[in-house]
């Protein structure tokens, strides 16, 4: 197959071969390509780190709006993540009771065993909680009775039951326990998040050096209101050895805040993340028994207040604003979108660069003056998933 594009990271009219899903050749200027054309950017495939669920759909059994146990019920997820431009996901499983937990993942890790397609989407499984803060901001929308100290017996029941697809695990390091659980995460090859946390700066660094690698969505999941310092956002901004994903949709984090965030850390330490949830991009209006809604603008909000309720919005949005928000250049965003997360799940080796030899994940776009990217194409290991085809 040939594709071709603009590279975005010089910006540059290539076409690239595709052979056996991997990047077999890349040539200057276009060669009758299948896909694409001297009018798109291509990068490598967008990699979201945190998918909860979209339209309607959640890799987690019983939350938010269904209880659908079908494997079925899952594969539109990642026809969404394709349509935003995203090819490949860490589907996440979140905070719940250790059965409900457990079926989520071996009805997840059921449905990649039975299909190739989707299996190549998966670079690996993110496990959100359950060993979060318990008190109210830092918890955010996760369920209060079942947030609980760090068990290494149960993330290895969890791990089994996600066919050893666990990747990332967010908790929060002040939970009794939660270092030496981050030590032996980091043992084991999975990446230790912390995220949902009211640490002091003091456990934060404690967690840093027992082996925490990233912060889950920095700036979210925290008090309303911090003292002016020392606090814990600052000390992960603070720490070159952490890595920060952020969400850029517009709502979670107001412009100014994206931008500092992001000029802190860099281009090399920062991942943009959806957390996107199964009521996002459903039409506005009251779900779940008038619990949650959806606002005409997509935003997801506890009903009857300003508060959110998980995010609404994918990759083509949150690109599209980091590139507004944050002052990076097109090759800064785009690695921030495929490149990091790539690093952070140990595979830059094989995917986030246009490198001969890499696999071929990619994701063709055009740049509007506002609103989402204009996605053209999709690909996951060298197969067209958007546009089908």
Same mark, same amino acid.
């Given at each position: ?6 590279? @975005?990271?010089?910006? %540059? ?14 040539? !200057?200027?276009?060669?009758? &390509? ?24 959640? *890799? ?28 490949? /996901? ?14 989520? /993942?071996?009805? #997840? ?13 998966? &670079?690996?499984?993110?496990? %959100? ?28 029941? *969890? ?10 695990? $967010?908790?929060? &390091? ?5 270092? !030496? @659980? ?26 840093? !050096?027992?082996?925490?690698?990233? +912060? ?5 999941? +925290? ?44 281009? %090399? ?8 949830? +199964? ?13 949650? =809604? ?13 508060? /959110?309720?998980?995010?609404? *919005?994918?990759?083509? $949005? @949150? ?5 507004? *928000?944050?002052?990076?250049? #097109?090759?800064?965003?785009?690695? @921030? ?10 595979? =830059? ?14 994701? /063709?776009?055009?740049? &509007? ?13 060298? %197969? ?6």
């Amino acid at each position: 197959m040939q594709v071709a594009g603009k590279r @975005c990271d010089s910006g %540059e009219v290539v076409t690239l071969s595709l052979v056996g899903g991997r990047i077999a050749a890349i040539e !200057r200027g276009l060669r009758e &390509p299948e896909i694409g054309g001297g009018d798109v950017w291509v990068s490598p495939g967008f990699i979201d780190l945190q998918v909860n669920g979209y339209r309607g759909h959640d *890799f987690n059994i019983g939350a938010w709006v269904s209880a659908d146990e079908s494997g079925e019920g899952i594969a539109p997820i990642f026809e969404s993540l394709a349509r935003g431009g995203t090819p490949l /996901l860490c589907p996440t499983i979140t905070t719940n009771s250790r059965d409900a937990m457990v079926a989520a /993942l071996q009805r #997840l890790a059921e449905t990649l065993d039975a299909n190739p397609r989707l299996e190549r989407a998966v &670079p690996g499984i993110h496990v %959100e909680g359950p060993y979060l803060a318990a008190e109210d901001g830092p918890r955010g929308a996760h369920p209060r009775e079942h947030v609980r100290d760090p068990n290494w017996e149960e993330l290895q029941r *969890f791990q089994e039951a996600a066919g050893g697809r666990i990747k990332i695990v $967010t908790l929060a &390091p002040e939970r009794e326990g939660a270092l !030496r @659980c981050i030590e032996r995460l980091a043992e084991a090859g999975i990446a230790a998040a912390i995220g949902h946390t009211g640490a002091s700066p003091e456990t934060i660094r404690d967690a840093v !050096r027992a082996g925490a690698r990233m +912060s889950t969505h920095l700036g979210n999941g +925290s008090h309303a209101l911090l003292p002016r310092h020392p606090n814990y956002v600052w000390e992960q901004l603070a720490c070159d050895g952490l890595y920060a994903s952020i969400i850029t949709d517009g709502h979670h984090l107001p412009a100014a805040a994206a931008k500092c965030i992001a000029r802190v850390k860099g281009p %090399e330490r920062l991942a943009l993340v959806s957390d996107a949830v +199964s009521l996002g991009g459903l039409p506005a209006g009251a779900y779940l028994g008038g619990r949650y =809604e959806v606002l005409p603008t997509g935003k997801v909000v506890t009903a009857g207040t300003p508060y /959110l309720a998980g995010a609404g *919005f994918l990759l083509d $949005t @949150c690109v599209a604003n980091a590139l507004r *928000f944050t002052g990076f250049s #097109l090759a800064e965003v785009t690695s @921030c979108a495929s490149t990091i997360p790539a690093r952070i799940l140990g595979l =830059e080796d094989r995917k986030g660069h246009l490198r001969v030899g890499y696999d071929a994940d990619l994701t /063709l776009f055009r740049i &509007p003056a506002e609103g989402p990217l204009d996605i053209a194409a999709a690909i996951c290991g060298g %197969e067209v998933i958007y546009p089908a085809r």
